[in-house]
């Protein structure tokens, strides 16, 4: 039964030091390459062709350009407080369908009485159609009651 033989402890111990030896010449060669303004990396011993041209500092200019931003970025969630009983989610829906495409309208019910809680949401599929609505309908009368509506927030765990 032939095992192979790997040559013992000594010889491992023999290669790791070959090998860290490699290792270490190597990090020389290429801090060396970096101090004289070569990469390393790309292993070109020739001296460059051309030099660089000098750029003073006062030329750089750093920074992001601008880009116009999107008005249309949507969809936007309203809240809609304020909301009688008998107010139901088409009711909602007929009332703010005026102000652009509805992705989605719900009025939040109780779950035992399956009766209104008094608040709902409205989603615009664009920001300028939900704040158009904002606009018009915050503090109207909707079913003898009057409505509160702006962007709904990002719900808060506890």
Known sequence: MNRGYSGGKRNREVNRDAKKKEKEQRLRRNRELRARGMDPDLAVMAEPE??????????????????????????????????????????LRAAFAKFGELLDVAVITERATRRSRG????????????????????????DGRTMRV???EEPRFR
């Open 119 to 142: 608040f709902g949401f409205v989603s615009y599929a664009t920001s300028v159609a939900a704040d158009a609505a904002v606009k018009e309908m915050n503090g109207v009368e909707l």
């Open 50 to 91: 051309a030099p660089l041209p000098e750029v003073k500092l006062e030329e750089v200019v750093i920074g992001v350009p601008s880009r116009a931003r999107r008005e249309d970025f949507g969809p936007v969630k309203l809240f809609v407080g304020g909301l009688s009983p008998e107010t139901t989610s088409a009711d």
């Open 150 to 152: 702006n962007r709904a």
